[in-house]
């Protein structure tokens, strides 16, 4: 999954955007399909292994909601329910991932099938969680929006501990996030830093940072994604829609494409020369020449196609002779000009 010659990753983040409705959780799997998502992700939330009554809201945006923990609860499927979404995915081709919020949902999410684990970044903490997840062999996505180095590095080295696949990947917890705190030096940091394939988590709304994240070497993008930036939730205004995702897709797999196929600067060049005889431009005569007329500057211009002495050669073509009578217009070869014979003088 996280190869350094494969394709980028590509996550589709539906997170919490289908609010509750099994439906449309499912309707989301096939939309990450068409768009060419390589892999689709949920949140799994059980509410009374994760939360309680006191934590506040990040965004006060639920008016059927009495509380965080309520909107958590309201955010909820069963095993039977994660499965059915679990095998959807695999039907449609896609990796199912979904990040779990505690070591409940992370035991519900190995029945389900979850293929990786992708570690929400305020989840770095959460110590007792990770060792369980580790247990599992599956690779790990490790996001980083909410941590300094010393919770990335001690989640790494766990996960390095076990030999274990995994990605960092930079984030920003800002929902949206603006371009000035996306963090694009970061990848070469944390690839330098943990010695492995890195990615990033992006919560702008745009697809630019995506594009530019691959031509730096981003081996993962993930993005969220909505039906409409109309729709309900605290995600939307940090979401692609699918028309942009697909749009983002099709960027990314033609920036692979031309990293994969580097020019050769002279080979291009040959390989053009048919069309470079159309482009460029040769000599000729801008007004009637007699034969035996030394040329100079003001005798010559250059005109397409390129189907005699060539524009370039000019200095060469200066102060030789014209062999023959040429009309205004008339392009000029090498066997219509010679060097004018220079005579000795012989002592007397």
Known sequence: MLLANDPCLIIAEVG???DGSLGTAHAYIDAAARAGADAVKFQTHIAAAESSAAEPWRVRFSPQDATRYDYWKRMEFSEEQWTGLARHASECGLL???????????????RAGVGAWKIASGELTNIPMIEYLAESGLPFLISTGMSGWEDIDRVVAMVRARRLQYAVLQCTSAYPCPPERIGLNLLAEY????????????????????????TLGAKVLEVHITFSHECFGPDTPASLTMQEFRQLVDGVRFIECMQANPVDKEAAASAMAPMRALFTKSLVAVSDLNAGTVLCREHLGA??????IPAADLPEVLGQVLLRTVRAGEFLGQEDIARPVVLLA???
């Open 346 to 348: 012989t002592a007397s």
């Open 303 to 308: 005109r397409k196609p390129g189907m005699g």
């Open 96 to 110: 199912f991932l979904s990040s779990p919020f505690s070591i409940e949902a992370g035991r519900l999410l190995l």
């Open 191 to 214: 690839r330098e830093r943990f010695q492995c394939p890195v990615g990033l988590s992006d919560h702008s709304g745009k697809i630019y940072p995506s594009l530019a994240a691959v």
């Open 16 to 18: 919490n955007s289908h």
